[in-house]
């Protein structure tokens, strides 16, 4: 496509229960990144991804954060056993991989944790 | 350990007036990257501009101009003659060489006054 897409744009859902938040990058762009950015704040890195192998996990907050990707396209966030501090914009990124190519965004998933 | 800085949590302008967006890091690093984002209203992120620690050449395109001044380690971007769509939260990234971890400020929300 012709930018970075996420889904779903809005999730509502109770403390406890699992979600997953879907990212496809850009067509071709090999390194896909996730970055949470809770309300008024700036974005934090959870995970990067160059094709399906990610080789920096450092940021992800807990053991209830996983991701993978697929087939060097989509990648899946999921959170399990969500808690009302997961309550945050997931922002995801792609790039053409290499030595810092330029991160583009998708328009985010905003969670909110009842 | 990186990190960056952006003093400036709020600005409100008129309409027409320049207006600078201060932003300092902090890195070991001596090569790295450095990027300006733009998030509206609409929250999607918008790539402005990314520049080598070896370039220190200051950049303008159209309204937007960039000072890179790396013996102060800063970055600060320029708005010549502002006009209310540039109203946004506007976020300074720092990229180590080699590292894809993008590592944000904390954003500057300006506000354009009609």
């Known amino acids: 496509g012709a930018g970075v897409s996420q889904s779903p744009s809005n999730k509502v859902t109770e403390k406890g229960k699992d979600v997953e938040l879907r990212c496809d990058p850009i067509?071709?762009?090999?390194?896909l990144y996730w970055y949470r950015q809770r309300l008024g704040q700036g974005l934090e890195f959870l995970i990067y991804?160059?094709?399906?192998?990610?080789?920096?996990k450092s940021g992800l907050p807990s053991d209830r954060f996983s991701a993978e990707r697929t087939g060097e396209s989509v990648s899946t966030l999921t959170i399990q056993r969500t808690q009302q501090e997961d309550s945050a914009v997931y922002l995801c990124?792609?790039?053409?991989?290499?030595?810092?190519?330029?991160?583009?965004f998708g328009p985010g998933t905003r969670l909110l944790v009842l | 350990a990186q990190k960056v800085t952006q003093a400036q949590t709020e600005i409100s302008v008129v309409e027409k007036e320049d207006v600078t967006l201060d932003c300092v890091y902090e890195?070991?690093?001596?090569?790295?990257?450095l990027f300006w984002y733009k998030q509206p209203p609409s929250g999607e992120l918008v790539f402005l501009i990314r520049?080598?620690?070896?370039?220190?050449q200051n950049e303008i395109s159209g309204r937007y101009s960039w000072n890179f001044q790396k013996s102060t380690s800063s970055f600060n971007f320029t708005i010549t003659a502002s006009q209310v769509v540039d109203s946004a939260v506007y976020f300074c990234?720092?990229?180590?060489?080699?590292?894809?971890?993008?590592?944000f400020g904390t954003g500057t929300r300006l506000t354009i006054i009609p």
């Open positions: 990124a792609s790039s053409r991989g290499g030595t810092w190519e330029t991160q583009y």
């Open positions: 067509s071709g762009h090999t390194a």
């Open positions: 991804f160059q094709g399906n192998s990610a080789p920096d």
């Open positions: 890195t070991r690093d001596t090569t790295y990257y």
């Open positions: 520049r080598n620690s070896f370039d220190e």
């Open positions: 990234a720092l990229g180590p060489f080699g590292n894809e971890k993008l590592t």
